[in-house]
Nanobody, 121 residues
Framework: QVLLMESGGGSVQAGESLTLSCVGR????????VSWHRQAPGKEREFVAG????????YYGDSVRGRFGISRDNYTNAMYLHLNGLKPEDTATYYC??????????????WGQGILVTVSS
């Protein structure tokens, strides 16, 4: 089973940018769909961005569309979340998630350990 390692989080000022990385250890992520999610203190985990394997289509949550970007590098087995125009309400723990393309259920999904992003005003 793939192991996901996240990096790139930290504390920034409002308006600044960050790039989060999620590297897969073990099996190749080729053939996997990928996504990012986040969870703020006291709130439920929410979808942020996703990217399919089959046609590389990208899709975003309403709260980040136009500010965040998702990408992947199949050669380095990595996926990225580019956070631009950060706002204090973007403060959360961010998680990457992968699953075999088209086969998403509790047995096939793998989550990263989470990485904290803090945005101050």
């Amino acid at each position: 089973q793939v192991l996901l390692m996240e990096s790139g989080g930290g504390s920034v000022q409002a308006g600044e940018s960050l790039t989060l990385s999620c590297v897969g250890r073990g099996p190749s992520l080729s053939g996997y769909d990928v996504s990012w999610h986040r969870q703020a203190p006291g709130k439920e985990r929410e979808f942020v961005a996703g990217m399919s394997w089959s046609d590389a289509s990208k899709y975003y949550g309403d709260s980040v569309r136009g500010r965040f970007g998702i990408s992947r590098d199949n050669y380095t087995n990595a996926m990225y979340l580019h956070l631009n125009g950060l706002k204090p309400e973007d403060t959360a723990t961010y998680y990457c998630k992968v699953w075999p393309s088209g086969i998403q259920d509790s047995k096939t999904v793998t989550w990263g350990q989470g990485i904290l992003v803090t945005v101050s005003s």
